[in-house]
């Protein structure tokens, strides 16, 4: 937690960094004090939220590439985040506009679709998103001419009860996990009006710690979120493709300048061997190629 919230600088986050960077505050209930705090984490997400106009729609929410339009994902999941938050009135009003958003981005089929199609898992998040700010997924909002949100995570359902990224498509464990949590805001969310399904009221400074022996080797492994490990390696490498490159490069050279050389020697050769001596070709030869040689090297 202290090298996520003091020692990585708030303005080198992605929308996606502050929104978990908050959900994981609230979800480990930590009341320590960082320098990220999370009224910074809520004004920035605030500040991410943008505003596209697609198919004639005006959207609100959050992506990571604008010319993409709204992301359901980011979207959803940064409802999630902000929902403990919504006594504040400008997030009040960020999260209505955002859920219209998505209301308005849903299809007749009932999926919500990002850039690239319909996922499971765009609306196991929405689903997760929707719960915790007291919005229906199956409410008048979100049901649509042929279904709703839920109706749609379930079409994602294999024979097995697993889930899949895609439609028709084998399932996997991302896509059933993310699936599951859904199912249980839903579950919840029907006998109270709301769940969060990152909500925590336990605090975490008070559970039993545990040592945890083998810290030096999993450092070896794992480097510190923020670290520059990673950047130290890419430098690393490149110094050393640098350095290969030039050593290749010189060796190309030598041989190109042998080759050279062998070339002379032999025309040389032939010339001696018609006029002169071997003693004095060999001479005439030995010079002839030093010349050529300097020549080449001057090029």
């Not at 439609?167 to 805001?185: F, G, H, P, S, V």
């Not at 130290?232 to 190309?252: D, F, P, S």
């Not at 001696?272 to 090297?297: E, M």
Request: hydrophobic share 40%; with cysteine; charged share 25%.
């Amino acid at each position: 937690m202290d090298e996520l919230y003091n020692k990585r600088s708030l303005d080198k986050f992605l929308i996606n960094d502050a929104v978990f960077a908050l959900l994981a505050l609230d979800y480990t209930a930590d009341k320590a004090n960082y320098k990220t705090t999370r009224e910074k984490l809520v004004e920035f997400i605030l500040d991410k939220a943008v505003t596209v106009n697609k198919n004639g729609k005006e959207l609100y929410g959050w992506t990571l590439n604008t010319e993409m339009g709204i992301n359901p994902d980011i979207t959803g999941v940064a409802l999630a985040a902000l929902s403990p938050y919504m006594s504040d009135n400008n997030v009040k009003q960020a999260v209505e506009k955002a859920v219209d958003s998505l209301s308005k981005m849903q299809l007749d089929s009932g999926y919500i679709p990002d850039s690239f199609g319909a996922f499971s898992e765009t609306i196991s998040f929405v689903i997760l998103g929707l719960t915790a700010v007291g919005e229906n997924p199956e409410g008048v909002k979100f049901t649509k001419i042929n279904g709703d949100l839920y109706s749609a995570l379930l079409s994602f359902r294999a024979q097995d009860g697993q889930f899949a990224h895609e439609l028709n498509k084998k399932a996997d464990y991302m896509a059933t996990e993310q699936a599951l949590r859904a199912l249980i805001a839903i579950r919840e969310f029907k006998k109270t009006g709301r769940y969060n399904f990152f909500e925590n009221n336990v605090d975490t400074s008070k559970l039993k710690a545990y040592d945890y022996e083998g810290e030096e080797e999993a450092n070896k492994l794992l480097p510190k979120t923020g670290a520059m490990f990673d950047a130290n390696v890419a430098v690393a490498l490149a110094v050393v493709m640098i350095i290969v490159g030039v050593v290749l490069i010189k060796r190309q050279k030598e041989l190109r300048r042998q080759r050279y050389e062998e070339k002379v020697t032999a025309n040389c050769s032939n010339a001696c061997f018609i006029s002169y001596s071997n003693n004095l070709c060999r001479q005439f030869t030995k010079q002839a190629s030093t010349i050529s040689v300097r020549k080449y090297n001057s090029k």
